[in-house]
């Protein structure tokens, strides 16, 4: 497998709306491949694939309990509301403090192409909203109630 490069701002992909992946095949799996690698070789706990320069709905999230991978993902449910930090790999060196969902229901495909429902809480909540956000053009700075440069 192969680590991408992760695309920082102010690169226009991160600003773009990903396009929805419409044909599961050998292609999809080597990006998702590569994206493993590289969330795992950059200590990461999610990656979205515009990330690495790739205008398409995939993520993939590892919070420490286990990986997974979306395709097409999107929140169907909110609950709850959970104030907390985040950083970013495309946004190196800043912190923000945002306002997140505490629960989240997403809908997406596995590598099969079958519909799955996950539910996350927590960290995990926090991740599929942010990453979600990336397949939007959206980052987390842009919700922050506030950010800073990232202790030392």
């Known amino acids: 497998m192969a680590v991408y490069k992760v695309v920082t701002m102010p690169d226009e992909v991160l600003r773009a709306e990903a396009r929805p992946v419409n044909k599961i095949n050998e292609g999809v799996f080597r990006v998702l491949d590569n994206m493993k690698d590289t969330l795992y070789a950059e200590n990461g ?3 979205a694939a ?6 398409k709905r995939l993520v993939v999230i590892d919070t420490g309990d286990n990986y997974m991978e979306l395709i097409n993902p999107q929140v169907i449910e909110k609950e709850g509301e959970e104030i907390a930090s985040e950083g970013c790999l495309s946004v190196p060196g800043i912190v923000g403090i945002v306002k997140r969902a505490e629960k989240v229901v997403v809908k997406a495909l596995n590598r099969q192409g079958e ?3 996950l539910e996350g809480t927590g960290l995990l909540a926090r991740a599929f909203q942010h990453e979600i956000d990336h397949l939007d053009g959206i980052l987390f700075i842009d919700k922050a109630i506030e950010t800073s440069k990232e202790p030392i």
């Open 50 to 55: 515009p990330q690495i320069g790739i205008s």
């Open 45 to 47: 706990v999610g990656l």
């Open 115 to 117: 519909e799955m429902t």
